[in-house]
């Protein structure tokens, strides 16, 4: 089975805090994503990664960078934590070329981040 | 902006009914459409794909396209307590990322 990992179920951190969010795939996946999610607002992309070293915006990337140095690893960065950042991030990835079901996203047990 | 609207629900539905999910989407030229569950407290999981038009079946569960009308539903019959959760449309267009709906929460009621 693929498995996403998410190093931090729970997180509390201070405003202005530096916070690095983890996320591991053991699949080969070339793809990997960031979401974060709130209640009444839905999944929203943060960024994605197609390949190590490579990064995309998504739709609400301001606050957050990220970093893909290995194929396997995929960390979002809140350079400056906000208490509007409070939320659950989910991590997930998805194998190039529509290998197995195309869209099947395999998603992390998520991390729910508390800014204070 | 890519938009894929969802009623937010409550949806409720007696046990041993149908429950009918329904999704629109604003980009034409989307291809690949998707139906993720979401119980309580966990992450979405696939439940169903479909990529042309007309009918998909799959156990309980079917899902509808109408690339025409921009319109997507996942239908679960004979609805058992255990289909209670968030069900989220998921909407691509070619190799770019999914764009997910906000979620109809559906609640079955024994």
């Known amino acids: 089975d693929v498995k996403v990992t998410q190093s931090s179920r729970y997180l509390v951190k201070r405003t202005g805090e530096k916070v690095f969010l983890e996320c591991v795939q053991d699949m080969d996946h070339e793809n990997m994503f960031w979401y974060r999610q709130d209640p009444g607002l839905g999944l929203r992309l943060i960024y994605f990664?197609?390949?190590?070293?490579?990064?995309e915006k998504g739709d609400i990337p301001e606050g957050y960078s990220v970093s893909r140095e290995k194929k396997e690893r995929f960390s979002l960065i809140l350079e400056s934590a906000s208490t509007n950042q409070t939320s659950m991030y989910l991590c997930?990835?998805?194998?190039?070329?529509?290998?197995?079901?195309?869209?099947?996203?395999?998603f992390g047990e998520g991390s729910r981040l508390t800014v204070l | 902006q890519k938009e894929v609207e969802q009623n937010s629900g409550p949806l409720s539905v007696p046990e041993g009914a149908i429950a009918s999910l329904n999704c629109t989407y604003s980009d034409r030229v989307s291809q690949s459409f998707f139906w993720y569950r979401q119980y309580s407290g966990k992450s979405p999981e696939l439940i169903m794909s479909i990529y042309s038009n007309g009918d998909k079946e799959d156990g309980r569960f079917t899902a509808q396209l109408n690339k025409a009308s921009q319109y997507v539903s996942l239908l679960i019959r004979d609805s058992q307590p255990s289909d209670s959760a968030t069900y989220l449309c998921?909407?691509?267009?070619?190799?770019?990322?999914?764009?997910f709906g906000k979620g109809t929460r559906l609640s079955v009621i024994a």
């Open positions: 997930a990835s998805l194998p190039m070329g529509g290998a197995g079901n195309p869209g099947e996203l395999f």
């Open positions: 998921a909407v691509s267009s070619g190799n770019t990322p999914l764009v």
């Open positions: 990664s197609y390949d190590v070293k490579m990064k």
